[in-house]
């Protein structure tokens, strides 16, 4: 059976490549992907294979049936992009102004609407259901795996699996991992209100720039001085922003960026001691602040049994060079929500490019092709095999 699942996704290919170029060139970023989620409905109604749109908003969900007996298999892709300019000079460039596929998501879709379409053609041999999740809004929080599961596209499922396509890990690599693999990501906000005044007069004011630099270092010692050493946190300012004139002193000052962890209870104590250090350090220059802590997505926790089989089955794959267990990424990923309410797991396909490679989110973000191959013979591989599992 998997042995013609990968005869027929060779086969298919070049339709996985023309998609993918179509969605790079019509990216549309988190919550406003209307007409990619169009060109997935679209994608099966040709075919006939039975879908629901707006599933939490901007989803889409398929289902192909197998004509004997068995277990529900999700497979998620997402399909959101970035508010990136594109630096690449390819063919198939965004033709949209400052919105690009930059972490893949045109590749995840492409590989799953061709896997699912094989599956189709396959229906009359195969056990079992296959629910194909299309999710919107991955890249920002709330995202779209909530809302999707509280519109039921989980309901009867026994297990999820999903892939990323990852371009610092050289093609041919599948990377997995048995329990937390990324982290928590939550986002939080700081303003500092000081009292502003002239540049040449700071004692009569309360400088929000001086106090936010002091705040920036003082909160550094928390991952170093509050967090065990052997547990992991990261606490990251991205933005300070004060606008003045060169000779005004700044009435107040606002501070943005993210707190990444594993542990639940570092996540408590990372949230706790954030406000202690902000109320402490803004009693000390006497100004008053307002804190807010966003929580995003949860810690991606894969489950073990799920993990052990993808494994085992991406050692069989054709074309996979090397099965290795994965460092734990602290990026985040809303795939989270999926495995807190089903088993399943999650895990990493290599698509390093040739030439000079980009990471993630850079505007020049690229991915060998060919990766979207092995990404679907693996995760088409691991819904076969899963319908024997414990049979």
């Not at 810690?299 to 460092?327: F, Y």
Request: hydrophobic residues 40%; negative net charge; proline residues 5%.
């Amino acid at each position: 059976m998997k042995q013609q699942l990968f005869e027929k996704l060779d086969y298919a290919y070049e339709e996985m490549l023309v998609i993918r170029r179509h969605l790079h060139m019509y990216p549309e970023v988190s919550f406003h992907e209307t007409n990619t989620a169009q060109y997935i409905q679209n994608f099966y109604a040709d075919l006939g294979i039975e879908f629901t749109p707006n599933v939490g908003g901007n989803g889409v969900v398929a289902r192909v049936k197998g004509a004997l007996p068995g277990k529900t298999v999700a497979l998620r892709a997402d399909f959101d992009a970035l508010p990136i300019q594109e630096e690449n000079d390819i063919p198939y460039k965004s033709t949209v102004p400052g919105v690009m596929h930059a972490c893949g998501h045109d590749g995840h879709t492409a590989t799953l609407l061709v896997l699912g379409k094989t599956l189709f053609n396959m229906r009359e041999q195969l056990s079992g259901e296959y629910v194909l999740i299309h999710q919107h809004a991955e890249e920002y929080a709330p995202g779209g795996a909530k809302p999707m599961i509280e519109a039921g596209c989980l309901d009867g499922v026994d297990a999820i699996f999903g892939t990323h396509l990852w371009s610092l890990t050289p093609a041919g690599t599948i990377e997995y991992r048995v329990g937390p693999v990324m982290a928590a990501a939550d986002r939080f906000e700081i303003k500092i209100q000081g009292r502003g005044g002239h540049g040449a007069s700071p004692h009569q004011t309360k400088d929000s720039i001086v106090i936010g630099a002091q705040l920036v270092t003082n909160l550094q010692q928390i991952v170093s001085r509050r967090v065990s050493p052997v547990e992991s946190a990261v606490l990251t300012v991205g933005s300070f922003v004060a606008n003045n004139a060169f000779n005004v002193i700044a009435d107040s000052a606002k501070l943005i960026g993210t707190v990444r962890t594993f542990d639940p209870e570092v996540r408590n104590l990372m949230e706790k001691e954030m406000e202690r250090v902000i109320q402490g350090t803004c009693l000390a220059n006497d100004c008053t602040y307002e804190f807010d802590y966003i929580r995003g997505y949860s810690a991606l926790v894969n489950h073990e049994a799920e993990t052990h089989l993808l494994k085992a089955v991406a050692e069989q794959v054709p074309g996979v060079t090397g099965v290795r267990e994965t460092e734990q990424h602290m990026g985040g990923e809303d795939f989270a929500f999926y495995v807190e309410k089903i088993p399943g797991t999650f895990f990493f396909t290599g698509a390093q490019p040739q030439g000079e490679v980009f990471p993630h989110h850079h505007p020049k973000f690229n991915f060998d092709e060919n990766s979207m191959l092995l990404a679907a013979k693996t995760l088409g591989a691991v819904a076969l095999d899963y319908q024997e599992k414990d049979n």
